[in-house]
């Protein structure tokens, strides 16, 4: 089973940025698809981001299209979300998630392991 550990989160003015990082453990990461997700208190899990095995980006959620990008370096194991101009609605804890196949949908039954996740608190 991978382990995927999320870091970079923390609380940050609107307009900021952060840049949040996710690790997988194991020998497969650049066979599988990769997603960022978050949930705010009270809410669903929402999907953010995606990006299959080779690069390729699925389309973002509407609410952060042109602020967020998403990224992966294969070499090691370890899939990015930049996140610029944020706002005070983004915050929430943010996961990191392996999908199961090398293209993820934007669904979290797309996805088989998640990271613990990283608190993104975004002050008005």
């Known amino acids: 089973q991978v382990q995927l550990v999320e870091s970079g989160g923390g609380l940050v003015q609107a307009g900021g940025s952060l840049r949040l990082s996710c690790t997988a453990s194991?020998?497969?990461?650049?066979?599988?698809?990769m997603g960022w997700f978050r949930q705010a208190p009270g809410k669903e899990r929402e999907f953010v981001a995606a990006?299959?095995?080779?690069?390729?980006?699925?389309p973002y959620s509407d609410s952060v299209k042109g602020r967020f990008t998403i990224s992966r370096d294969n070499a090691k194991n370890t899939v990015y979300l930049q996140m610029n101009n944020l706002k005070p609605e983004d915050t929430a804890v943010y996961y990191c998630?392996?999908?199961?196949?090398?293209?993820?949908?934007?669904?979290?039954?797309?996805?088989?392991?998640w990271g613990q996740g990283t608190q993104v608190t975004v002050s008005s």
């Open positions: 998630a392996q999908g199961y196949g090398g293209w993820p949908g934007g669904r979290t039954a797309d996805f088989g392991s």
């Open positions: 194991g020998r497969t990461f650049s066979d599988h698809g």
């Open positions: 990006i299959s095995r080779t690069g390729g980006i699925v």
